[in-house]
């Protein structure tokens, strides 16, 4: 046990593929030393299609029942859900914003055209205040992303002192004037987005001296968020963070974004329903890539950072498919089905197996576009199958981490193999709390649980699952995938055995 500590402090999950039928999983309650940030269970709100209009804002003169123009069944959905953080107001759509289009009486705010999304137009009404609001109501921390593309460091640094200051100022004095008399708490900035792609296409040479710049300037107790790389480019990584070494002061977070897609073929990247087996295995299979992402680039954050100062911000995550028939192009519109629930399932219990670096995480996007949690339609509200994920994952938050070994078998498909079952566990007030993924669409998978550390007398669990693997929720019809209770087993003398169904995602709790 000396010898072994280390090596499951360092890799908290190992999987092992077996041949044998049955996937063991032993957790070590008593090496429980890091927190899963409750931030990682964190969501994003971009104006993108029906994100926030009709999807978080209608209006006050709305006949779809709101709080001061928020949806009712929006901000009582989330609040279940237990969304602990916000990101906004993009994405792409952050380095167009400028935010003092977005204050005061909305009748004389600026329209704009949304460039990134469709060219339509962008009337303001939903800002600053109505963001902040739209948090405090749900009982989120948010999460602002400055414009560093098409912005100037006044505008950063005024946007700054506008929310979070507290000193009699030019700022605070409109922020007065526009109704709010205490500054907010907003802890997160994010300093651009994408910087090398939409974001102005910059190298992470410039990147990395503008970002020090803009930091420099937007001043008081933040989190500040340096905009890292897409996907696999850690030559960005290693430049951003080298480059910033010496200044931590200036930097707490970097960001990586990792998108699911399918084929990998941005013309055609598949269907977000109606797909076969095949569909389901190439986009699990893609999916895992985040474990080997998020791996990599922690190591080389290792190198600048050892303490691990810095937290690895994967803001922008999820599944992307082909937008539903007869919808905009621009507004990224798809379903949600069982395969994105156990997309979801896998992607929280990477974050969760890497907390030690990974600090925050944002699926994109809360409501109406990609991998939603929720859609709305007029007065009709649906929760996809990747919102009841979060409902049931949420028992992580701000938990400790349980290290934990799985051996596992192997699910195939033309000639490609994903684990069997993924998993991850936690503790928190003398509950463990186990969850289950099992990838395999066709086979239930026995799961024996070895535990050490602690005693538990009793089991309960939940399951979400459905009968067909593309199955979904849809509107004006029964929901097909939702959370249910789940027959476990109780523990005896250290060991529980978990009859796992096929493509299932499973919630197992122990006291």
Known sequence: MIKLKPLLTMILVTYISVSWGQTKLTLHTEQSDTKISKDIYGHF??????????????????????????????????KEMKIPVLRWPGGCFADTYHWKDGIGPRENRPSIVNVNWGNVTEDNSFGTHEFLDFCELIDADAYININVGSGTVQEASEWVEYVTSSNLSPMTELR???????????????????????????????????????????????????????EGDYNWMDVVMQKTASNWGLM????????????????????????????????????????????????????????????????????????????????????????????????LNIFNNHADRVKMANIAQMVNVLQAVILTKGEEMVLTPTYYVFKMYNVHQDANLVPAHIE??????????VPKVHASSSV???????TLCNLDPNNSEQVEIVIYGNEYASATGQI????????????????????????????????????????????????
């Open 45 to 78: 709100a971009e104006h993108l299609g029906h994100c926030i209009y009709g999807g978080i804002y209608v209006g006050e003169n709305s006949e779809i029942p709101n709080v001061r123009g928020f949806r009712d069944d929006v901000i009582g959905a989330l």
């Open 252 to 347: 707490q977070g970097i960001s990586l974004h990792k998108y699911t897609i399918q084929t990998r073929n941005w013309g055609n990247k598949g269907n977000a329903t109606g797909f076969g087996e095949k569909e389901w295995f190439e986009t699990l299979h893609e999916t895992l890539d985040m474990e080997t992402l998020v791996t990599r680039h922690s190591t080389i954050m290792d190198k600048y950072d050892p303490g691990k100062r810095v937290g690895l911000i994967v803001d922008e995550w999820g599944n992307w498919f082909n937008v539903e028939e007869g919808t905009n192009p621009g507004f990224l519109y798809q379903q949600n089905s069982l395969r994105d629930a156990l997309v979801a399932g896998v992607n």
């Open 176 to 230: 007065k004037k526009n109704g709010r008399e205490e500054p907010w708490n907003v802890k997160y900035w994010g300093i651009g987005n994408e910087n090398w792609g939409c974001g102005g296409n910059m190298s992470p040479e410039y990147y990395a001296d503008l970002y020090k710049r803009f930091a420099t300037f937007t001043h008081g107790n933040l989190y500040k968020i340096a905009c890292g790389p897409s």
């Open 428 to 434: 928190k007030d003398g509950v463990l709390s186990v």
């Open 408 to 417: 596992t078998g192997k699910y195939s498909y033309e000639g490609k193999s």
């Open 464 to 511: 979400i699952t459905a009968e067909q693997l593309n199955d979904y929720n849809d509107f004006g019809k029964n929901e097909n995938v939702s959370i249910k209770e789940f027959s476990v087993v109780q523990p005896k003398g250290g060991r529980l055995s978990v009859n796992l169904p096929s493509k299932s995602v499973v919630l197992v709790q122990l006291q």
